[in-house]
C-alpha cells in the first residue's frame, strides 16, 4: 500500500536545464515537506507546506522552488540545474495530531551533467 | 542549529544487542524520533519519544533523558536486516516543529 509516491526514481539532467520533482501522496495529509539527503549531510529540509498553496522556506531553499495545487500533490522545481544539486531528494508528508510521524516517498535520484 | 549528534558507523555481529546514542541540544525540545533507513530506500518510523524513559517495541526500543539532552536506540538480538542507517530527529518548539534530523548512524551487522 503506497502511500508518498515520487515520479521518478531516477533522472539525469544537464546544466541549466528546469527539473520537475512530484510528489503525491493519498493518506490526506496537511503537511508536505521535501528534504535533499547527501552523503555525511543527512537530511536537510528545503521547502515544506501547510495547506494548499502555501509554502516555507526550509534551511537551504535557495535554487528551489515549491508548488502545491491540490493537497495531494507537492511539486519541487529546479528552476536551473546545477551540478551542486545532484543528490537524492526525499518527499515526506504528516498529518493528524499527535507525534506527526513523517511518511517518505522511496526518493528521486537526480544527476545533473 | 539544534546540533543533533550520533556516531557515523557502528558494527556489530548478529544475535549481538547494539545501542544507538544521539544527543541533542535541550532548550525547546519538544520530541524525537528515531528512523531506519535501508539502503536505496525510503526512512521509515520506528519510535517517538516525547517523556523520559524507556519505549520498547519487541527487538527495538528507544530512550530519552530531557535534562541531558539524550537518547539511544536498542537493537536487541541483531539480524542481518537491521543492517541500515538510523536516524536521530529532534523538534523543537517554536518555529515550524519540523523534526531536525541527524547525519544518521549506519549500522553493520556481521554474521
Known amino acids: 500500500d503506497v502511500k508518498v509516491t515520487q515520479s521518478s526514481r531516477y533522472l539525469v539532467k544537464r546544466t541549466g536545464e528546469k527539473v520537475f520533482l512530484e510528489c503525491v501522496q493519498d493518506?490526506?495529509?496537511?503537511?508536505m515537506f521535501w528534504y535533499r539527503q547527501d552523503p555525511g549531510l543527512g537530511l536537510r529540509l528545503i521547502y515544506f507546506s501547510y495547506d494548499v498553496k502555501m509554502k516555507e522556506k526550509g534551511d537551504i531553499p535557495e535554487g528551489y522552488s515549491v508548488s502545491r495545487e491540490k493537497k495531494e500533490r507537492f511539486s519541487l522545481i529546479l528552476e536551473s540545474a546545477s551540478t551542486n544539486q545532484t543528490s537524492m531528494y526525499l518527499c515526506?508528508?504528516?498529518?493528524?495530531?499527535?507525534?506527526?510521524?513523517?511518511?517518505f516517498g522511496a526518493g528521486s535520484r537526480l544527476t545533473v551533467l | 542549529g539544534q546540533n543533533i549528534d550520533q556516531p557515523t558507523e557502528m558494527t556489530a555481529t548478529e544475535g549481538a544487542i547494539v545501542q544507538i546514542n544521539c544527543t541533542y541540544q535541550?532548550?525547546?525540545?519538544?520530541?524525537l524520533f528515531w528512523y531506519q533507513q535501508h539502503a536505496g530506500e525510503a526512512p521509515t518510523f520506528l519510535s517517538y519519544n516525547v517523556l523520559d524513559g524507556l519505549e520498547e517495541k519487541g527487538r527495538f526500543s528507544s530512550f530519552l533523558s530531557r535534562s541531558k539532552g539524550y537518547s539511544y536506540l536498542l537493537l536487541k538480538e541483531l539480524q542481518m536486516k537491521d543492517s541500515a542507517s538510523y536516524l536521530c530527529a529532534v523538534r523543537y518548539s517554536g518555529g515550524s516543529y519540523i523534526p531536525t534530523f541527524g547525519r544518521g548512524t549506519s549500522l553493520i551487522v556481521h554474521p
Open positions: 515526506a508528508s504528516s498529518g493528524g495530531t499527535g507525534a506527526n510521524v513523517l511518511t
Open positions: 493518506m490526506d495529509h496537511e503537511n
Open positions: 535541550t532548550s525547546g525540545f519538544n520530541g
